[in-house]
């Protein structure tokens, strides 16, 4: 049986660290994630807001993909720090900041070749920055409600499926949650019975980041 004492030495391995080529197709994958989901976000997106949301991520993740040869060759800490930049410039809305913000808080907390801890504590460090960003705490029907419980799952050392799995259960959870950040806000009892277009596009990048790291 293993001791705790060997999780806390396995945690604090390096990750397996990522070259040009594995970099590359994390990003795309992400990116097709998102634009291959434009359509649904947009329509949660129009149940309780503006239905912007689809079309925001599709242009900052579009703009993404036409920097690949430049990101690939970054250091994971400044590849980070570029798609933030990045999407706070082309996603426009509610979501640019938050998610810019969520990407260029995690480059600057991530050390180039991460262990499983370093990883994780960069992980909380950008949630605490989205938190700041966006004024906004668990519960309120956001991404951070599919943020914060993918952190603590990846955290207490679940397999990439197990947070995947995470993300996606609690994208859902955010269905029957009233709004009480963002427009939807605006909508009170109305916000209820949509899941959260934020919520469901960062469920939707955790999911193409686990399935893309699961990869060998
Ligand atoms: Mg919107």
């Given amino acids: 049986m293993a001791s705790a004492e060997d999780s806390m030495t396995r945690s604090r391995e390096k ?8 970099k590359r197709r994390l990003i ?4 097709d994630r998102i ?13 309780i807001g503006d239905g912007d949301h689809g079309h925001n991520m599709r242009r900052g993740f579009e703009a993404v993909l036409q920097d690949l040869d430049a990101l690939e060759a970054m250091g994971l800490s400044d590849l980070f720090k570029a798609i933030g930049t990045k999407l706070v410039m082309k996603v426009g809305g509610a979501s640019g900041p938050l998610y810019g913000t969520l990407f260029l808080a995690l480059g600057k907390a991530l050390p180039d070749e991460p262990s499983r801890e370093e990883a994780a504590a960069a ?15 668990q519960g309120q029907k956001t991404m951070l409600d599919v943020l914060i419980p ?5 955290s207490s050392g679940s397999n990439l499926a197990g947070v995947k799995e995470t993300a996606a259960l609690a994208a859902d959870a955010t269905a029957p949650m009233r709004a009480t950040r963002g427009r939807a806000s605006f909508l009170g009892e109305r916000s209820i019975g949509h899941v959260d277009p934020g919520a469901r596009s960062s469920s939707l990048m955790i999911a193409a980041l686990c399935d893309e790291l699961r990869k060998a």
């Fill in 150 to 154: 993918s952190c603590e799952s990846f």
């Fill in 28 to 31: 795309v994958a992400i990116a």
């Fill in 15 to 22: 990750l397996r660290a990522l070259d040009a080529v594995r």
């Fill in 35 to 47: 634009i291959a989901h434009v359509d649904e976000l947009t329509a949660l997106d129009a149940a």
């Fill in 123 to 137: 992980f909380a460090a950008a949630i605490v920055a989205v938190r700041a960003r966006g004024k906004s705490e």
